[in-house]
């Protein structure tokens, strides 16, 4: 044998996991929340359930979820990505909405005005993420989320 072969590496094949880009998984996280301020600013209304929660459709697994502690949770990550990236925004005009929500409270236009400035801001937040930051901030959110809902039940 004259001319040398390296040998094959006899390693199996692993397909790694598709996974979306950050601009796809941002429009469809601020989708639901666009959709929410759409029809407050054209119809004046939320979607609300029987119990007169307010409510809103995830078109990615087809549930109904209440809006007011998603929305809340959405506030929780952008400001605790903004901590971690040293970054002076907060997620105010969100939070605020997420409160009036609870409250049914009324939604005026200086709260409508600031969250359509807010929203691009969401916008450029979420797509400069890559996947294990925004991983990693989904996690703390719902540690959160958990934390929160064992203080105010008292366990």
């Avoid at 359930?49 to 459709?57: C, L, W």
């Avoid at 909405?97 to 359509?116: F, Q």
């Amino acid at each position: 044998m004259t001319h040398a072969r390296k040998p094959r590496r006899n390693k199996r094949y692993v397909p790694r996991v598709a996974r979306l880009p950050m601009l796809i998984k941002t429009q469809q996280t601020l989708a639901p929340l666009e959709s929410i301020i759409d029809q407050i600013e054209r119809d004046g209304t939320v979607t609300v359930d029987a119990r007169n929660v307010p409510i809103f459709h995830c078109v990615a697994d087809g549930e109904w979820y209440a809006s007011a502690p998603a929305i809340a949770g959405m506030a929780d990550f952008f400001d605790m990505w903004a901590v971690r990236h040293g970054h002076a925004f907060k997620a105010t005009a969100l939070r605020q909405l997420a409160n009036r929500l609870e409250a049914g409270m009324p939604i005026d236009g200086p709260l409508m005005a600031a969250l359509n400035r807010e929203i691009p801001n969401l916008r450029r937040i979420g797509a400069s993420l890559d996947q294990a930051d925004a991983s990693d901030l989904l996690r703390q959110t719902q540690i959160r989320a958990e934390l929160d809902a064992s203080a105010a039940t008292g366990a």
